[in-house]
């Protein structure tokens, strides 16, 4: 069992930066695949980003270039660093965790965190 608390999140202008951290409880951190989803108000959730015990990432899309996502094993925690943030990123940013390979799909992780709000303002 894992149990995931986002922080991080906030208001921030368009061009800016913000890091989210996920710090998990448990034991057994490193071996889990860690991601991060978002989900804006009226909308599916959408996967962001995605590491695997090692160093294997793996972005959505709309992200690539902009979000980096890494991991302290010591720490549990896993981070987003989000930079030139756009409008359209704005929603909540949820922390996902899961002991399968690595992916993009919200069904493939097992355990989710409450999420933190993330603001762009244009």
């Known amino acids: 069992q894992v149990q995931l608390v986002e922080s991080g999140g906030g208001l921030v202008q368009a061009g800016g930066s913000l890091r989210l951290s996920c710090a998990a409880s448990?034991?057994?951190?490193?071996?889990?695949?860690m991601a991060w989803f978002r989900q804006a108000p009226g909308q599916e959730r959408e996967f962001v980003a995605a590491i695997r015990s090692g160093d294997y990432t793996y972005y959505g899309d709309s992200v690539k270039g902009r979000f980096t996502i890494s991991r302290d094993n010591a720490k549990n925690t896993v981070y987003l660093q989000m930079n030139s943030l756009k409008p359209e990123d704005t929603g909540v940013y949820y922390c996902?965790?899961?002991?399968?390979?690595?992916?993009?799909?919200?069904?493939?992780?097992?355990?989710w965190g409450q999420g933190t709000q993330v603001t762009v303002s244009s």
């Open positions: 448990g034991r057994t951190f490193s071996r889990y695949a």
């Open positions: 996902a965790a899961t002991l399968w390979a690595v992916g993009s799909q919200d069904h493939e992780y097992d355990y």
